[in-house]
Structures are given as C-alpha cells and as structure tokens.
C-alpha cells in the first residue's frame, strides 16, 4: 500500500524494495480481461426392449417378461445416471463449485479487479467471472471504492479518502480489513486467493514471503505494524481483529515468516514476456502496513484451510495503467488456473 502525501508520488510506508529479478519496460498495453465460459452437454442413452412371443399366452409368462423388461429399463436409467454424472463431475460432490478469490486495495489494483465483481455498482458492465477461460473456476473480486475523485493520493493517511467508504470491502484500515477478509473467504470458500495491493516506484512485484515484522519491537504483535491512523485504534489489537487475524500476526512475526503458495516463477513466465513492466518476484515481504497484512492474511488462510491449494500477494506499481495492470492480472490468472486444473481440486 502506498502512504498518500498529498501532491506526491505516494510510496507504500511499509513497502519493502528488495528483488531478485526484472523485466524492461516497454510500451504499455491495452489487453482488457476476457473469459470465455464453456460448456460440454451430457448425453444419456436409452435401451428399449420388447419382444413377441406369439408361441406363449400364458399370463404367468406375460408378468415375469414385463416383470423382467421393467428391470432391464430400470437397470439401465440407473447405468445412464452414473455415466451423466461422472462426465459431469470432477474432483469431489456433483456440482460443486470451485472458486478464486482476488482482492485489491488503492488503484490501480482497485481497477484492474472491477470486472471480475459481482456487485453492479462496482462494475456495472456485468461480471466476466463465471467458469472464467474455460477453467472450471468461477472469479470473484473484492474491493474498496474512494469517493469523491476515486484517487486516494489527494488524501492523507487515515482520512476519509484514502481509507474507502464504508459501503464497500477492504478498506485500508486493520480492524475493516480483518472483518472483511474473513467473511467472505468464509462465505466463498476460496481454493484460490490471490492478494494484491499499490506498491511504490515498481512494476508487477510477486511477493515470495509474508510475515516476520517485528524483529526489533519489544511489545506485542500490534507494534509490528505502522498506524493506519484511522479510527479509535490504529493497529491490529486482539480485541479489535477477529481472531484468526491475531493468530496470523502473533505466529508469524520477529523474522517467522510464510511462503508464497502462488506459482511465482509460472507466474513471471506467463507476464514478463509481455513487456509491459518489470517483473520481479521479490524475495522480502510486502512490508508492514496495510499491504502485508492483507498479504499475510491471504497465505495464513492457505495454512489453516485445507482445500485452498494456492494463495499469496503482487504488488503493482501507483504508476502503472489500468490497462496494463489488467493485462498483467490477465496473464497471472491463465498461469495460475493452468497450474493447477480444477479437476485435481477437490472441492471446499
């Protein structure tokens, strides 16, 4: 996340800048996320049987032929059921659906995600995310709005533009994005989450570790990371994050940290080759502010639930365009989704 200073270019307090690896830059692009869904119809044969026998007039004959007829169908809508089914399903209960959850912060992050929402005040063009490319994943995106202007860089730390309304997810402050994340990971039951936030004077920055702050604090879990000043409380306190926030922020601190479980270098495959930004998949965390709580938040989800195969946070540089964030997030999405196809996935 970035600190906005008001007529500055804002940079993220608690952004860490060390990477491993770098793409150039080039002209931007202006590829837009699509998805196309598909379908594959079920077909179900059907046997018929019935036979004369013009040498045989008994009706004791008669009953057991029918007798014997009515359980051939029966035995054979039966087969028919289970064939229907077993093309229909993949990896755990019939119908079940699979999804991915992303989540932004401060612009660009905030737009390159509105496709991907269900809510029609955010993305009035209607949502792209159902069985999104053809994977068998449905994409579900959550985010904060910053009326009046959409730009939180005119306002300071804490204020109310800079922070979100209120009417939407993940504002940038601890306690919000404590009681929003959880709810609709709960609610979704993401097999897929991937975390995002603004970052600095960077491109496309795929964080490899969450975690560790605190090395030199002698207080509690809340001193690890800097105010958001907002509100009545300024840091993630017990009492004030749901628990499992606390549990995440109190194991891993002072140098414990998590691994991404996100593809990195799949991921640096499939969007440096673009040529749009640098690239690089950085070896620190994503810092002590809002950012590396969300990040933090998204790994530690993939710790405690089992059916959550891949999760981990990508910084986007303040600078960078709406449509050259999309097009990045697009070709993230392919890699992810292509490593890992949903009918290995069980189901939540």
């Not at 986007?316 to 964030?325: I, S």
Request: contains cysteine; glycine residues 10%; aromatic residues 6%.
């Amino acid at each position: 996340m970035l600190a906005g200073l008001t007529g500055c270019a804002p940079t993220d307090p608690g952004e860490s800048t060390g990477s491993t690896a770098t793409a150039s830059t080039t002209d931007a692009s202006t590829g837009s996320p699509t998805g196309d869904a598909t379908t594959t119809p079920t077909t179900s044969g059907t046997s018929t049987q019935g036979t004369d026998d013009a040498t045989s007039a008994a009706s004791t004959s008669a009953a057991s032929t029918s007798a014997a007829s009515t359980s051939e169908a029966s035995t054979s809508e039966a087969s028919a059921s289970e064939a229907s089914a077993s093309e229909t399903s993949t990896t755990g209960p019939v119908g079940c659906t699979k999804n991915v959850v992303l989540m932004g912060y401060w612009p660009p992050t905030n737009e390159m995600l509105r496709p991907w929402s269900t809510n029609p005040t955010q993305n009035p063009d209607g949502w792209i995310g159902a069985d999104w490319g053809g994977y068998g994943y449905d994409v579900h995106a959550f985010f904060p709005e910053f009326p009046p202007d959409g730009d939180p860089s005119n306002d300071d730390i804490g204020d109310p533009g800079a922070v979100g309304s209120p009417d939407f997810d993940l504002r940038v402050d601890y306690q919000a994005t404590s009681k929003d994340f959880w709810r609709l990971v709960d609610e979704y039951q993401p097999v897929i989450l991937v975390t995002t936030s603004r970052g600095g004077d960077i491109g496309w920055e795929i964080e490899a570790l969450e975690g560790g702050h605190g090395l030199d604090n002698p207080g509690g879990p809340a001193q690890d990371w800097l105010s958001d000043a907002h509100g009545a409380e300024h840091n993630p306190t017990k009492s004030t994050t749901e628990a499992r926030s606390w549990d995440a922020i109190s194991e891993y601190r002072q140098g414990n940290t998590l691994p991404s479980q996100l593809p990195l270098e799949v991921i640096a495959a499939a969007t440096e080759p673009l040529g749009i930004t640098s690239v690089v998949i950085d070896q620190q965390t994503s810092g002590n502010f809002l950012s590396g709580f969300l990040g933090l938040h998204g790994v530690y989800y993939n710790q405690i639930a089992p059916h959550n195969v891949a999760a981990g946070h990508i910084h986007v540089g303040y600078g960078l365009p709406v449509a050259d964030a999309s097009a990045l997030l697009e070709a993230t999405l392919h890699a992810v989704l292509q490593a890992h196809p949903a009918e290995t996935v069980d189901c939540p």
